[in-house]
Structures are given as C-alpha cells and as structure tokens.
C-alpha cells in the first residue's frame, strides 16, 4: 500500500513537471515593420497586430514600450562611430535578454506585395524568409505571413517544395543570395 502511494505520487509529479516545463515559450522582440509604399494606416495597422498575435503563440513578446527603452539605451550606449542598426539591435536583445529578434518588411510592388520576415537569433544566426503576394489583399498577405512566421520557427516543420538552409562560416561572413543580404 505504501509503495503505490509513493508511486502515484511519483508520477503525479512526473506529469505535472513535463507540462510545465511544455508551458514556457522563448522570448523574442519584433521590430516595427517596414511598409513601403502602403500608405493605409488601417492596412499597416491591421497586419502589425496580426503578426503580434501570429508570434505570441509561439514566443512571449516584449512590449513595444520595452523595446522603444532599449532602443534609447542602446543608442545612448553606442558611440557616434559605431552607431548602425545592426549593432543597436543587438544591444536592444542584450539589454532586453531575448532570444530571437523579428524585422519585417512589406513593399507593394507593381506585381505583388513582397513580404520578407527575418528571424535572429542570440547567437547571430538569422533565417530569412521571403514571398511575392500576387493580386495581394489583407486576407492573402495575412495568410502568407501567417506561413512565413510558423516556418521561420525553430525546429518548425519545412512545406513541400520549402527548404531551409542554415549557413555557418569561420570567420563569420555575409551571405548573399540573389544580391539580398542574408
């Protein structure tokens, strides 16, 4: 009797910590999107949020007042010559100890929307990726980036006719495929 209290008890413990453990998600911050050439305010307005609400499943987000802090510290921290983007987002993952950092970009080109999501690690690592939305509306451009996102995810599942390449190079190198920085 008292050793199937002892067990139940073991593996009630055993079930509770798993699930726990299944409950935390990685931080991550996403940058303020870039629009070129949408105007709309309610368009640009109704795409950030559901991208916010594509990632908050996946990754506990930074607030957007968290972010705007660590940019101001990362730029007080930077000197003048030093000063780039890529360094201050660095520093902004830094300070708000983050694990990956999100920088999206939508254009609305004669032929499409051309929507590019780019992921960033802590270590430097950054996956990219990138779509043409032909005749796009909000509920196209809201699917495909609802795609991006969840292939984008570390370990995340690669689509038929998707492939995923992860380039490492020492010493640390630029990567460029079809003349786009990677």
Not at 41 to 61: A, C, F, I, M, R
Not at 112 to 130: A, H
Not at 155 to 167: D, P, Q, T
Request: hydrophobic letters at 40%; aromatic letters at 4%; glycine letters at 6%.
């Amino acid at each position: 009797m008292r050793l199937w209290k002892l067990l139940t008890q073991c593996m009630a413990l055993i079930l509770l910590s798993s699930t726990l453990c299944a409950q935390i998600k990685p931080t991550a911050m996403i940058l303020p999107i870039n629009f070129v050439n949408l105007d709309k305010k309610g368009l640009q307005g109704s795409l950030n949020n559901h991208v916010k609400t594509e990632l908050s499943t996946y990754y506990d987000l930074k607030t957007e007042k968290e972010i705007e802090q660590a940019r101001d510290a990362a730029v007080d921290k930077l000197t003048s010559e030093n000063c780039t983007e890529e360094a201050c987002v660095k520093i902004m993952g830094e300070l708000l100890d983050v694990e990956y950092t999100f920088s999206l970009e939508i254009i609305d080109t004669e032929e499409g929307w051309d929507l590019t999501v780019v992921r960033q690690d802590i270590d430097g690592l950054s996956s990219r990726r990138n779509e043409l939305c032909v005749d796009c509306s909000l509920t196209k451009a809201r699917k495909s980036l609802s795609g991006i996102l969840v292939a984008l995810r570390p370990g995340g599942i690669i689509k038929r006719g998707k492939a995923r390449l992860l380039l490492e190079s020492t010493p640390k190198s630029q990567v460029f495929l079809n003349g786009r920085d990677q």
